[in-house]
């Protein structure tokens, strides 16, 4: 079993930043897969970014050249560097992470971009 734990959200205005965390019960390196996701109200959960191996990385559309998701095997970590907030960008943020072929998901954080 793998615990993921979401720290960072909060509420910023628009054109703002956040910077969320994500920590790992458990070691981590290249070989885990690891994303974040993020939920709208009313709205189905969709991908923000994904990083495999050590540097690939893979973006929505909608956040491209504005977030950055990174790691840090050392720290058991991954994190995503959110710059240039919108308004509809507030969502439920989830880090997930894939362990010997099991997916796991963390609780969630909330992210509030105010107009």
């Known amino acids: 079993q793998v615990q993921l734990v979401e720290s960072g959200g909060g509420l910023v205005q628009a054109g703002g930043s956040l910077r969320l965390s994500c920590a790992a019960s458990?070691?981590?390196?290249?070989?885990?897969?690891m994303g974040w996701y993020r939920q709208a109200p009313g709205k189905q959960r969709e991908l923000v970014a994904t990083?495999?191996?050590?540097?690939?990385?893979k973006y929505a559309h909608s956040v491209e050249g504005r977030f950055t998701i990174s790691r840090d095997n050392a720290k058991n970590a991954v994190s995503l560097q959110m710059s240039g907030l919108k308004p509809e960008d507030t969502a439920v943020y989830y880090c997930?992470?894939?362990?010997?072929?099991?997916?796991?998901w963390g609780q969630g954080t909330q992210v509030t971009v105010s107009s």
């Open positions: 990083i495999t191996g050590s540097i690939s990385t």
């Open positions: 458990r070691s981590i390196s290249s070989d885990n897969a």
């Open positions: 997930c992470g894939v362990f010997r072929g099991t997916l796991y």
